[in-house]
């Protein structure tokens, strides 16, 4: 790889490929995220039970039937619930989809890089571990959505990505389509407006 010895923003191309996309609401991404949190605690239950039909103890409850127990806990249990389960479902996932939880592929919405044309494994970790910062700092890392112009969390800012509408309506098309075409009529003319008087 070849280094640069003064700055260069190599992601300018990027980001202006990026103008106009329509972003996620606060909603749609929390239903998306709690949606996600049910999933990832169901696949935890059945990960624990299937942990312990093969390595736990066997015992009989109180009807004569085989009844299995094992338990997690100390810093095992922290490992498996705040590191393991989020990089394997969030981080995962998003890699291997190209930014959709099942949440996010249910309320219609998606994750894409500002920096790159494809997440990154270390991108999608990164933003996966994120979530447990934002849970630790009492809600603070997901309040930060309504304290950035485009709506990025904590989770955004360290991976580097955005959330924004993958289905939308016939209506909201045509909305954005009217609105992008404004937006080029109005950099027509204020480049107009910036051409010297004497030029035909």
Not at 20 to 29: D, H, I, N, V
Not at 67 to 87: A, D, H, R, T, W
Not at 120 to 146: K, V, W
Not at 154 to 160: A, C, F, P, T, W
């Amino acid at each position: 790889m070849k280094y640069n010895k003064h700055y260069h923003p190599h992601h300018i191309d990027r980001l202006l490929a990026l103008q106009g996309k329509p972003l996620a609401s606060f909603w749609r991404r929390a239903l998306a995220f709690f949606i996600d949190l049910c999933i990832c605690f169901f696949i935890f239950i059945i990960g624990i039970g299937i942990i312990a039909v093969v390595a736990g103890e066997k015992a009989k409850n109180s009807y004569g039937a085989p009844q299995y127990s094992y338990k997690v806990e100390g810093e095992l249990g922290n490992f498996l619930e705040e590191v393991l389960l989020p990089i394997f479902y969030f981080g995962l996932i998003v890699f291997f989809t190209q930014g959709k939880t099942i949440g996010k592929w249910i309320t219609g919405i998606r994750i894409i890089p500002i920096t790159h044309d494809r997440i990154s494994f270390i991108h999608s970790a990164e933003r996966a571990m994120a979530y447990a910062t934002s849970i630790l700092e009492f809600g603070f890392g997901f309040a930060q959505f309504f304290m950035n112009v485009n709506h990025r969390t904590l989770g955004d800012k360290v991976g580097e990505t955005i959330v924004i509408r993958d289905r939308l309506t016939k209506r909201e098309k045509k909305a954005l389509k009217e609105e992008d075409s404004v937006n080029i009529e109005g950099l027509i003319e204020a480049e107009a407006e910036l051409e010297p008087e004497g030029r035909s």
